[in-house]
């Protein structure tokens, strides 16, 4: 159990487009839903949690204009990187917290996103 | 001074040994402990959880918590190549909305 997907796995695009990556926890419902970042070999850097059906909410730093996240429904996250740069290129993971565990995160297996 | 630390290794060992990972905190609300695994390009695994002080084992893995000295180790007995990974301790207390902290990750690599 506790499954988190995400789609697409890999993306290139190029500078100047928009990109969405979405997030599904597929046997649980998740209240709470997280964006992290991810540079090669360093830690994840939270960007910003989402609640169902509230604004997410950005960490410092994260500019919520370029990254867009919308959290749906219980079971779905999107996170849309508007107007791509090459510095925006990195790893970009979700993970999904439950109603009955509150302290249990589960990841989904990441999208590096390329921009060109 | 980060709220978790964590040394980002590497840390080399040959096949067979024990791996000690630690970390430490400087929060004394933090109630939940956790450690993760990473593979390269994968998202995180949870690996193992403890509440509170004390001691948890699950196969090669023991987790101990020493909420006294805020410091929190991994053990991993018999190590196999296969267990080559990043290892992140996470941690969440009761307020704040469980908002987990998360070490920088301690890179492992285990030698056949």
């Known amino acids: 159990g506790a499954v988190v997907s995400q789609h697409p796995s890999w993306v290139i695009c190029k500078s100047g487009t928009s990109v969405k990556i979405e997030c599904r926890s597929l046997d649980f419902q998740a209240t709470t839903m997280f964006w992290y970042r991810q540079f090669p070999k360093q830690s994840l850097m939270l960007m910003a949690t989402?609640?169902?059906?509230?604004?997410?909410?950005?960490e410092q730093g994260v500019e919520k204009d370029k990254f867009l996240i919308n959290h749906a429904s219980l079971t779905l996250s999107t996170l849309t990187v508007t107007s791509a740069h090459p510095e925006d290129s990195s790893f970009y993971i979700c993970?999904?917290?439950?109603?009955?565990?509150?302290?249990?995160?589960?990841f989904g297996p990441g999208t590096r996103l390329t921009v060109t | 001074q980060k709220e978790v630390e964590q040394d980002p290794g590497p840390l080399s060992v040959p096949e067979g040994a024990i791996v000690s990972l630690n970390c430490t905190y400087s929060?004394?609300?933090?109630?939940?402990f956790m450690w993760y695994r990473q593979y390269s390009r994968k998202g995180p695994e949870l690996l193992m959880y403890t509440y509170s002080s004390g001691n948890k084992e699950d196969g090669r893995f023991t987790a101990q918590v020493d909420k006294s000295s805020k410091y929190i180790s991994l053990f991993i007995r018999d190590s196999q190549p296969s267990d080559s990974a990043t290892y992140l301790c996470?941690?969440?207390?009761?307020?704040?909305?469980?908002?987990?902290?998360f070490g920088a990750g301690t890179r492992l690599f285990v030698k056949a």
């Open positions: 996470a941690m969440s207390g009761d307020t704040g909305g469980f908002k987990t902290i």
């Open positions: 989402s609640n169902e059906g509230s604004k997410a909410t950005y």
């Open positions: 993970s999904a917290r439950g109603r009955a565990v509150s302290y249990e995160q589960y």
């Open positions: 929060n004394s609300a933090f109630q939940y």
